[in-house]
T-cell receptor, first 115, second 114 residues
Framework: GAGVSQSPRYKVAKRGQDVALRCDPI?????LFWYQQALGQGPEFLTY????????KSGLPSDRFFAERPEGSVSTLKIQRTQQEDSAVYLC?????????????FGSGTRLTVV | AQSVAQPEDQVNVAEGNPLTVKCTYS??????LFWYVQYPNRGLQFLLK??????LVKGSYGFEAEFNKSQTSFHLKKPSALVSDSALYFC????????????FGQGTRLTINP
């Protein structure tokens, strides 16, 4: 597609529910990033894929967070047993190559509200 | 570790006046610096970046940024503000180790008053 697509745009989850957030990167983009943006804060890195390989997951805040990109294109961020502190906008970004000089394209994000 | 700081949570400017959004950085090695803008319910949009070379970087929508090594700053500027420039602005630096991820500041909300 023309841009990075994320779905759903909004998600309300009851505390304790599991959620799955989807990211469709630009076709052919090798690199894919997930960021978490809490209200009033800048985005914070969660995890990074190069094709299907998850090369960095150092930003995942707990073992309740899990991300996958099994075929090297679409990625899913899963949060188990959601907590109120998980409420945030989750942003996905993709890049053509494995080098930052290719630049990054961000999706519009998924706003997760845990009640 | 690479980091950037945006000392102002909010900046208010009258339409037609020049604007400045401040950013300072702390890096080991060469700084690769970015500015992004975020409109409501939209993703981050790239404005400009500094890699090397001229200290004055020109970007999208008439924005420019001045890299100052001695002051470790990378302030975003525009000579004449538009109401449509009202948005959230983020300074970022590349962490070139590993994932080459962007490390963002906390953001500055820019409001242009008609």
């Amino acid at each position: 597609g023309a841009g990075v697509s994320q779905s759903p745009r909004y998600k309300v989850a009851k505390r304790g529910q599991d959620v799955a957030l989807r990211c469709d990167p630009i076709s052919g983009h090798v690199s894919l990033f997930w960021y978490q943006q809490a209200l009033g804060q800048g985005p914070e890195f969660l995890t990074y894929f190069q094709n299907e390989a998850q090369l960095d997951k150092s930003g995942l805040p707990s073992d309740r967070f899990f991300a996958e990109r099994p075929e090297g294109s679409v990625s899913t961020l899963k949060i188990q047993r959601t907590q109120q502190e998980d409420s945030a906008v989750y942003l996905c970004a993709s890049s053509l190559g494995g080098d930052w000089r290719y630049g990054y394209t961000f999706g519009s994000g998924t706003r997760l509200t845990v009640v | 570790a690479q980091s950037v700081a945006q000392p102002e949570d909010q900046v208010n400017v009258a339409e037609g006046n020049p604007l400045t959004v401040k950013c300072t950085y702390s890096v080991s090695g060469n700084p690769y610096l970015f500015w992004y803008v975020q409109y409501p319910n939209r993703g981050l949009q790239f404005l400009l970046k500094y890699i090397t070379g001229d200290n004055l970087v020109k970007g999208s929508y008439g924005f420019e940024a001045e890299f100052n090594k001695s002051q470790t700053s990378f302030h975003l500027k525009k000579p004449s503000a538009l109401v449509s420039d009202s948005a959230l602005y983020f300074c970022a630096v590349i962490d070139v180790q590993g994932a080459q991820k962007l490390v963002f500041g906390q953001g500055t909300r820019l409001t242009i008053n008609p």
